[in-house]
């Protein structure tokens, strides 16, 4: 049963523009959040991540948007570039635990 | 910061044979550890975590088996390969209290 979802499996952006990745989860106990990056071949680098107990996190051009009612999150790359053109896959953690759950990634194209 | 090194890179295997896949990680002690499957087209399903030495938690039936024979390496074995077993391995540590994975450059496995 996939705990973390992310129903976009790609995404094309014009290089500039603000890139919108979403992703949803089903266990009220997640209580930590995290965006990575992959490149093919290599294994992801972590991005971003938020607490729930915060609903915003920002870090530079990534902004991390949590809305816990809806069990939604979502990644806002401002302004898009090239570069940020990879496969980012959202993560979800409970305190209580040791496990991650990894949605299916959404691979972002940034068009120049 | 950790830096955690896997090998090989890549490996062809028969269908049938063995496997073994070697992780270790560096900069930090008593880690968690995990080991993480991308199938082509597909998230990063978790295989096997471990907390401590000798003790390891299995997430999916599967003909795989993990090891933690000292406390910064971590090794994913098989008796015998199957087809479905391709895919691109990844293990991954955090540190205790402490969200946030690191992960290896990854294992690109085909079996044939």
């Known amino acids: 049963d996939q705990q973390v979802k992310q129903n976009s499996p790609s995404l094309s952006v014009q290089e500039g523009r603000i890139s919108i990745l979403n992703c949803d989860y089903t266990n009220s106990m997640f209580d930590y959040f995290l965006w990575y990056k992959k490149y093919p071949a290599e294994g992801p680098t972590f991005l971003i991540s938020i607490s729930s107990i915060k609903d915003k996190n920002e870090d530079g051009r990534f902004t991390v948007f949590l809305n816990k009612s809806a069990k939604h999150l979502s990644l806002h790359i401002v302004p898009s570039q090239p570069g940020d053109s990879a496969v980012y896959f959202c993560?979800?953690?409970?305190?209580?635990?040791?496990?991650?759950?990894f949605g299916t990634g959404t691979s972002l194209t940034v068009i120049p | 910061s950790q830096t955690i090194h896997q090998w090989p890179a890549t490996l062809v295997q028969p269908v049938g044979s063995p496997l073994s896949l070697e992780c270790t990680v560096e900069?930090?002690?008593?880690?968690?550890l995990y080991w993480y499957r991308q199938a082509a087209g597909r998230g990063l399903q978790l295989l096997f975590y471990?907390?401590?030495?000798?003790?390891i938690s299995s997430e999916v039936p599967q003909n795989l088996s993990a090891s933690r024979p000292q406390d910064r390496q971590f090794i994913l074995s098989s008796k015998k390969l199957l087809l479905s077993d391709s895919g691109f391995y990844l293990c991954a540590c955090n540190r205790r209290n402490s969200y946030e994975q690191y992960f290896g450059p990854g294992t690109r496995l085909t079996v044939t």
């Open positions: 471990s907390v401590g030495i000798g003790q």
């Open positions: 993560a979800a953690s409970a305190l209580s635990g040791n496990q991650f759950y």
């Open positions: 900069g930090t002690s008593n880690p968690n």
